[in-house]
């Protein structure tokens, strides 16, 4: 398989071979995305390989392979065998505010009239699920499957807030809406795993997609449902339709930061795509875009569907928070405390507009929790303002030629010993490490180069509380020397 990055670019399918590559490339990440929520691609380069096999598709239509990703629910990738009541649709995307505007024209172009309102809702970042309800009671769960199939997912329900086992009135319709891992559940469910010697997902969609297909877990994970429409509710508007299905007791975006908005003019759509975009990190649970959907029913019905995707609905998507790249290396750190950190640095990798080339590893037993070891393609999650950090490691693209990571054996400032009693390593002299190191370093036949003043003294010179750092050297008196142990007067 083709590196992403060489993939991901049009230009690279240029040839027969290199569309078929990319065709393997992409029928594998969408059966491993399916499956377990996985990828070997990050989303980014996953629509980026399947809009280059599209532009080579529309220039070479003859050539046009039968398991091609393109124009598929789920890439193709179909898991489950329960017949959906209604085809499981996905979206089309658009990936700027340009195609955004030239998708609704096409929309506009097709009712012969101007869409009466807009409703602008976050993408949530999970799993699209089907819940059935018998007379108000919770009978089956599926997932999507491959859109007109789905696998039974109802052992999950019970763990899926948001989803109730019982309706506030006795109706027959199915719910449709999404499942994930809100940011809170996902770090609670890697805690319990690490409890229980099971690696952390990788981030909350895998987990969310792990979780809904496990069964027999010694332990619970809670997920969270969001409905965003259903089968058997006639007659409603998309934002009435959202109002009745949280007064049937299912949980909606509303009441979120993010809440399905009605906008009336494509500058209003736009303003609250930006607003929910800048609202994205200080979100509880992930999205990756927003979507706009024709608000009333009439219009919804006249536009209809083509056979993968409404024609009254759009994702305009967001940058990607998850990349993948390559784990080059472990530095070890000592900060001011003493505490010794373990920092990856990467392959440097774009995420969201910003170059990232070191990452947090929090400490030596998440390194060892994570199984992470050098030369591995590791998920990497940046948002906002949070110092970027390692996820988790993809284990399946191992080559064999990853080596483990080396722990420190002493203080990779000062050479003392390490005090790992706690899960932050660090070094024994604590605040003082940083002390004598500077010292030592200050007191180099290269700085200052003082006489006699090596980690000995400088230990003793701290210890003594003499000098607290590089400035207390040059008001130390000679008194203060001679209470020193080993020092005397020289003769
Ligand atoms: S509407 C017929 N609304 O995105 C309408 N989908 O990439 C089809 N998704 O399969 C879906 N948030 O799993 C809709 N507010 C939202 C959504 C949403 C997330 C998912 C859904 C869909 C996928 C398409």
């Known amino acids: 398989m083709k590196d992403a990055a060489t993939m991901a670019s049009p230009a690279a399918l240029a040839s027969p071979d290199a569309y078929a590559d990319a065709v393997a490339t992409a029928v594998r990440a969408a059966a491993a995305y399916y499956a377990d929520g996985s990828t070997p691609l990050g989303d980014d380069e996953y629509d980026a390989l399947v809009r280059a096999i599209e532009a080579y ?89 491959d859109g007109f199939a789905g696998e039974d997912i109802t052992h999950a329900a019970d763990a899926v807030l948001g989803l109730p086992g019982r309706l506030t009135e006795p109706v027959d319709i199915e719910l449709r809406g999404e499942v994930l891992l809100t940011q809170e559940q996902f770090e609670h469910a890697n805690a319990v795993r690490s409890e229980h010697g099971a690696t952390p997902f990788a981030h909350p969609r895998s987990g969310a997609a792990g979780t809904l297909r496990a069964k027999d877990r010694p332990y619970r994970i809670e997920l969270t449902f969001f409905a965003y429409g259903a089968v058997g509710l006639p007659g409603l508007d998309h934002g009435e339709l959202l109002d009745r299905l949280a007064v049937l007791g299912a949980n909606t975006a509303a009441g979120t930061a993010a809440d399905p908005r009605r906008c009336t003019t494509l500058d209003d759509v736009r303003r609250r795509i930006d607003a929910i975009a800048a609202l994205r990190d200080a979100l509880p649970f992930g999205i990756d875009g927003v979507v706009v ?82 030369g591995d393609q590791v998920f990497v999650y940046r948002a906002g303002d949070v110092i970027p950090r390692v996820e988790a490691p993809l284990v399946d693209e191992r080559t064999g030629a990853e080596q483990p990571i080396a722990f420190p054996q002493a203080c990779p400032r000062c050479g003392d010993a390490i005090d790992t009693s706690e899960q932050r390593w660090r070094c024994v002299r604590g605040r003082g490490c940083q002390a004598v190191a500077s010292i030592v370093y200050a007191a180099g036949r290269d700085q200052l180069d003082i006489e006699g003043l090596g980690g000995t003294r400088a230990v003793q010179l701290v210890e003594a509380r003499l000098v607290a750092d590089l400035a207390d050297l040059f008001t130390l008196t000679r008194e203060q020397l001679l209470t020193l142990e080993r020092m005397g007067e020289c003769r």
């Not at 398991?67 to 789920?74: M, R």
């Not at 976050?122 to 919770?138: E, F, N, S, T």
């Not at 373990?342 to 507009?353: K, M």
């Not at 990232?356 to 929790?369: F, G, M, S």
Request: aromatic share 4%.
């Open 293 to 374: 959907k024709a608000d009333a029913l009439a219009d919804q019905e006249e536009a209809g569907s083509g056979s993968r995707a409404p024609r009254w609905a759009v994702a305009r998507k967001l940058q990607a928070q998850h990349k993948v790249t390559r784990l080059l290396g472990v530095e070890w750190n000592v900060g001011r405390t003493g505490i010794i950190a373990p920092r990856a640095v990467l392959e440097p990798v774009v995420i969201d507009g910003v170059t990232v080339t070191y990452a947090t590893l929090h400490n030596p037993a998440d390194i060892e929790r994570r199984g992470l070891m050098i």
């Open 57 to 145: 598709e529309a220039e070479h239509p003859q050539q046009v392979l039968p398991e091609s990703p393109t124009g598929k629910v789920a890439g193709g990738a179909a898991v489950g065998d329960v017949p959906h009541s209604v085809p499981m649709l996905s979206l089309d995307n658009v990936f700027s505010a340009e195609e955004l505007e030239s998708w609704a024209a096409g929309l506009e172009r097709r009712l012969g009239r101007p869409v009466a309102a807009w409703c602008v809702e976050p993408k949530l970042d999970g799993l699209a699920v089907a819940a059935r309800y018998r007379a108000g009671r919770l009978t089956q769960v599926l997932t999507r499957g």
